[in-house]
């Protein structure tokens, strides 16, 4: 209907049927094969390129009816619903991108030698007016299906989906440009690079699929070893990531400080389950087994390519600023960056659930705790860094881990992520 309303406002005479079919065949064949994303069941349509092409080539009219012909996208995923809806947004799109192209004085038709750098402008505004419009009618259906929130969107993956709209909106340009020279052959010279780009896309997604099945299944490990790790390796993951974000990190750093929060404590693997889980006091040799965690953490995964700064993290999260940490004694600025930012998080979860002797500290004391042991312990600035994190994007508390049932199982009365409760050693007292 968004179609039909939208062709009865333009005049079709003049339209170039050949081009417009060329177009919505185009359009049908990129909507069949969606590029995914990084993010999480997120796709981009190729379609967008064929959508915009047809605004230069076919004016508003024209780029309606090429959008509505993603109704006849050849996926078996997809039902009536959501076609007629894909199509309906599309047709929308392709009309109002069109009317802005040509009220910012773009002409229609095959582009000539005299119609660049004139036709660029205008083309921009399409584009920001095709990506503007799809994403307001996808974030209309999630509000109405109460699956996002009126308010309080998650703007990272919506920019992660603006940027691959707009990079495959580009592609019209590619389309439109040559077409009064070589005519509809100009869209398989584009159809042959895009659909390379699509199995790029799907082999980078493929690896991070893998990467993601490497680390989940080291973490289980630990996590099954030492109980009360469970959803640990998450929690320090995402606070390591809030304050890389909080500092500024550069997006590629924080995709490896997210790895190595979770893989922080896969040393534990190496480390006694006896002395994990013990009661009481440690003896000289458990202790040193406890400081050795980092140092067969990164023995574990060194050769893991992709993990890269990572095992710095992973080495070095128990140093202390004040240079009394471990496995190295490292103090100040050489402790690697990554390090500095895990224990940060690493501690504030370990103070902030509960354990079996004594019940989680309230967010109000985990934050006082990290205050008190900024300068000595951690270094103050993520420590503040985190603080203001926490206050723009909350905590998620865990839920209590009831330990194994069993003859033989003990529960431990120690954490080593504690600051606030150091480990007790038979021999030396309190460390």
Request: charged content about 15%; hydrophobic content about 45%.
């Amino acid at each position: 209907m968004l179609a039909a309303s939208a062709i009865g406002f333009s005049s079709l005479d003049g339209i170039d049927w050949t081009t417009l079919a060329v177009l919505a065949l185009l359009s049908v064949i990129f909507e069949s094969a969606p590029a995914l994303l990084n993010s999480k069941n997120a796709s981009v349509s190729l379609s967008y390129s064929a959508g915009l092409a047809s605004v230069v080539l076919l004016g508003p009219a024209g780029a309606a009816m090429v959008g509505a012909s993603a109704i006849l996208a050849w996926r078996r995923d997809m039902g009536l619903v959501k076609r007629l809806f894909n199509g309906a947004q599309f047709a929308l799109a392709g009309y109002l991108s069109g009317v802005v192209y040509c009220a910012a004085g773009g002409k229609t038709g095959k582009p000539s030698d005299g119609s660049f750098p004139g036709i660029i402008a205008p083309y921009l505004g399409a584009v920001v007016t095709y990506v503007a419009v799809n994403l307001a009618l996808i974030g209309v259906v999630l509000v109405l299906n109460h699956l996002a929130p009126v308010w309080g969107f998650r703007w990272r993956p919506i920019g992660n989906l603006a940027a691959g709209q707009l990079a495959y909106g580009m592609f019209g340009l590619l389309v439109a440009a040559p077409w009064g020279l070589i005519g509809p052959f100009s869209a398989v010279l584009v159809l042959l690079p895009m659909l390379l780009a699509r199995w790029a896309f799907e082999q980078t997604s493929a690896q991070q699929q893998a990467h993601a099945a490497t680390i989940a299944a080291l973490c289980q490990a630990v996590e099954t070893k030492d109980y009360y790790t469970r959803g640990h390796s998450e929690r320090v993951s995402r606070g390591s990531v809030m304050i890389a974000q909080a500092i500024g990190m550069r997006p590629e750093r924080i995709g490896a400080i997210r790895y190595a929060g979770m893989l922080h404590d896969v040393g534990k693997l190496g480390v006694p389950t006896k002395v994990l889980q013990k009661s009481g006091d440690l003896t000289e040799e458990e202790y040193a087994a406890i400081q050795l965690h980092p140092m067969r953490g990164l023995e574990i995964v060194r050769e893991i390519g992709f993990l890269d700064e990572a095992l710095n993290g992973i080495m070095h999260h128990h140093e202390k600023i004040d240079g009394t940490g471990y496995p190295m004694g490292l103090a100040g600025s050489e402790i690697p960056e990554f390090a500095r930012v895990i224990s940060v998080a690493d501690a504030f979860d370990s103070m902030t659930s509960t354990r079996s002797y004594r019940a989680a500290r309230s967010l109000d004391e985990g934050i006082s705790e990290l205050r008190r042991s900024a300068g000595t312990h951690f270094d103050p600035e993520l420590v503040e860094a985190f603080i203001a994190a926490l206050k723009s994007e909350g905590w998620t508390r865990p839920d209590l881990v009831a330990p194994p049932e069993g003859e033989g199982v003990e529960t431990t009365q120690q954490d080593h992520d504690d600051p606030s409760a150091p480990l007790r050693v038979a021999s030396e007292g309190m460390r």
